[in-house]
């Protein structure tokens, strides 16, 4: 008598299947999938609030099979602090971009990591304002051509870009920092682990966890998907360095 096959592969019961709105090669989708997927690792999926912020995140309401609260451009990290301290037995995350966190919301994501808010933050990095039309954002790399900085950016006018985990990490009150990429194999399945290990500070009630994703933007960069992917290894690897910078449980 043949015995069932072992399902070793599915999809995240946290996402809603859905078909995608994102451009060909966005990879809001896969990040998507490695987020819901620590979800269901923690079974944790009934008591999970995530916090969408303005841009492309703000579709997450769309794709997760959770309670997603909307919040104002920035202002994700405050809104998820009162979100947390109400529901102190609720998982709460927030999944934000580049050109929300670390721009209009760089004072929100400072103060509540400083503060030590017990809640995870997903910071998708694509150094452009994706949804409004391809701006230069404050990850933009020197050099990079957008519809703001035509002539590519100036660090001698437009100063240099932000490494938002390197600046978190050295708060007291962040407990876990990381920044993966999800452009290759091996990439991605990192960014797997950490993004469990991100969750798991909070279902331990350890402290505030932060990992930064970088993150094709195919449509804004003017390049097809393989060419972006491509350019995340050659040009943002290279400037923004994968790895954990913080983690106090060693």
């Given at each position: 008598m043949?015995?069932?096959?072992e399902k070793v592969f599915g999809?995240?019961?946290?996402?809603?299947n859905v078909q995608t709105h994102?451009?060909?090669?966005?990879?809001?989708?896969?990040?998507?999938?490695?987020?819901?997927?620590?979800?269901?690792?923690?079974?944790?999926?009934?008591?999970?609030?995530?916090v969408a912020s303005v841009g492309c995140s703000v579709f997450l309401y769309g794709y997760f099979d959770i309670d997603v609260v909307e919040a104002p451009h920035g202002r994700a990290p405050a809104v998820a602090t009162g979100v947390k301290r109400v529901h102190q037995d609720?998982?709460?995350?927030?999944?934000q971009g580049d050109g929300d966190l670390a721009a209009i919301g760089t004072?929100?994501?400072i103060h509540a990591a400083n503060r030590g808010e017990k809640m995870t933050v997903i910071f998708?990095?694509?150094?452009?304002?994706?949804?409004?039309?391809g701006q230069m954002a404050p990850t933009t790399l020197p050099g990079?051509?957008?519809?703001?900085?035509?002539y590519g950016r100036d660090v001698g006018i437009d100063g240099y870009p932000i490494r938002m985990a390197e600046l978190l990490s050295v708060l007291e009150g962040t407990a876990y920092v990381a920044r993966v990429a999800v452009n290759s194999p091996k990439n991605l399945l990192?960014?797997?682990k950490v993004i469990r290990r991100a969750f798991e500070y909070q279902v331990e009630n350890r402290g505030f966890s932060f990992v930064e994703v970088l993150s094709a933007c195919p449509t804004n960069w003017g390049m097809n998907p393989l060419k972006a992917n491509e350019r995340v290894e050659s040009e943002m690897i290279p400037y923004f360095h994968l790895g954990t910078f913080k983690d106090i449980a060693g």
């Open positions: 043949n015995e069932p096959m999809h995240p019961v946290s996402l809603k994102f451009c060909p090669g966005c990879q809001h989708g896969t990040i998507h999938r490695l987020v819901a997927e620590a979800i269901d690792h923690f079974g944790v999926q009934q008591r999970t609030i995530g609720r998982i709460v995350f927030t999944y004072s929100e994501i998708v990095n694509n150094t452009t304002y994706g949804m409004t039309g990079q051509k957008t519809v703001t900085s035509p990192q960014a797997g």
